[in-house]
């Protein structure tokens, strides 16, 4: 039968050791700054005795910021503590730009209109629903765990097939008196349809969220994505392009955002010791600040690289029947974080686990994301409306299949991996 083989490679385990699953091909490895100069940072860091809050953490917060051309760029522990704190934060600056309006601070004017209904649709009572945030499904578990953890309701919204992005008519067609947010994300590294949805929330009132967890890398006409929405939130994670370990970055241009951020980071204390309201300890240590800040300058190079790879993929599989590749919008260079492709199960003759098993048996590593969808997961499943449907996205956890990308990865190793599956094509 076409696709046995050994049972699917995990989805989550510790890649310290690459053969422990028998994998040559590992499905990642991080991209970072040389050791010798990675050592001598760490030991400038250990005789400063600064081990977090110190010149790294700001040095890369101005580089960012720099980057990306926004006001505030915040660095935190991990993309999914930034997004946590993202939507506490949104609350508490609802209030604080509303009553600060008329004072001629630049963030306002921005930011009032799209938080005007944040804090009233969350706080009105206990009694009423709770506020919702739409989302599309076909995203990482991390978007939606951010939303619930604040208490506000996911509601789940299809896809595009062809970017695998947001479907921004989806989100339109579920805006509803409850809506606080809308929440979108660069699938992949692949540019969200920014304009589109910042033209939504201006017409709503209604503050856009971006997970741009994949978002180093890619650009859009030209600028790095980050400054679009009210806020785009980094993840620097070692499957990144531009990692620190462990880290995110949180980019707006809303002073009073940025201000509850940084607040929430520090456990919701302004530095007088009252805590504001019950924050966490969100910090990036200075050691992962000093490898995402010397990564930076990798960053142009590293995303270069793999948009040849994955050029060098679309080249060898183009022809094969039943394999799609992930389109981008016109001015939109992806990250390519991920290069993803879909199987047609009916002509390639095979489903994607079965393709999985085929290249894990030759010590290949995969990965099918996003299977299941944010919607059917445990955790999320019971804030799903089921005689909503999410075809596209059904499809897209069915058939996504993400290849090895990165540092490791070369001409050859595209060459190996595009034979192997243009061999189990043949062999069906
Ligand atoms: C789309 C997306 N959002 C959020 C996250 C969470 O990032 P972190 O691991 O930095 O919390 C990830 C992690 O890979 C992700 O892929």
């Known amino acids: 039968m076409p696709g046995e083989g050994p049972p699917l490679i995990p989805e989550y385990h510790d890649s310290g050791d690459p053969n422990r699953y028998g994998i040559r091909v590992p499905f990642v490895r991080p991209a970072l700054p040389a050791a010798e100069t990675i050592a001598r940072m760490a030991a400038e860091v250990i005789q400063s005795g600064r081990l977090t809050k110190g010149p790294y953490c700001e040095r890369l917060e101005a580089a960012v910021a720099r980057r990306l051309g926004v006001r505030h760029a915040v660095a935190v522990s991990s993309c999914t503590v930034g997004l946590m704190l993202v939507y506490r934060a949104l609350d508490l600056a609802a209030g604080s730009c509303r009553s600060r309006r008329g004072s001629g601070d630049p963030c306002e004017v921005a930011a009032f209109d799209a938080l005007s209904r944040f804090g009233v649709a969350k706080t009105a009572s206990r009694s009423e629903p709770l506020g919702e945030v739409i989302i599309p499904s076909f995203t990482f578990l991390a978007a939606p765990a951010a939303i619930v953890w604040n208490n506000l309701r996911p509601v789940f919204v299809d896809a595009e097939p062809d970017t695998t992005n947001v479907s921004v008519a989806a989100v339109r067609a579920a805006i509803t008196p409850r809506t606080v947010a809308i929440a979108a994300c660069h699938n992949f590294g692949n540019p969200c349809d920014i304009a589109a949805l910042e033209a ?206 990165g540092a490791h990865v070369d001409a050859a190793v595209v060459r190996e991996v595009c034979d192997v599956i243009a061999n189990a094509k043949q062999a069906v």
Request: aromatic share 8%; net charge negative; with cysteine.
């Open 200 to 405: 939504l929330t201006q017409e709503y009132n209604l503050p856009l969220v971006v997970d741009a967890a994949h978002g180093f890398g890619a650009s859009l006409h030209g600028r790095p994505v980050g400054a679009g929405g009210t806020v785009e939130v980094f993840s620097l994670s070692p499957t990144k392009l531009l990692v620190a370990g462990e880290g995110g970055i949180v980019a707006t241009d809303c002073d009073c955002l940025a201000h509850f951020v940084r607040m929430g980071r520090e456990y919701g204390n302004d530095g007088s010791y009252d805590a504001l309201f019950p924050g966490v300890n969100g910090r990036m240590p200075e050691m992962s600040a000093a490898i995402a800040l010397e990564g930076l300058s990798l960053l142009d190079d590293i995303s270069a690289d793999r948009n040849r790879l994955a050029r060098a993929y679309r080249d060898e599989l183009g022809d094969l029947p039943g394999i799609g590749f992930t389109q981008t919008m016109p001015g939109a260079v992806s990250s390519y974080k991920d290069f993803s492709i879909t199987v047609d199960p009916t002509r390639f003759g095979m489903t994607r686990d079965g393709l999985r098993r085929v290249l894990a048996a030759q010590g290949i590593e995969t990965r099918a994301y996003y299977n299941p969808p944010c919607h059917r997961q445990t955790a999320f499943e019971h804030f799903h409306d089921r005689s909503k449907p999410l075809p596209v996205t059904e499809m897209l956890s069915a058939r996504s299949l993400a290849l090895p990308i």
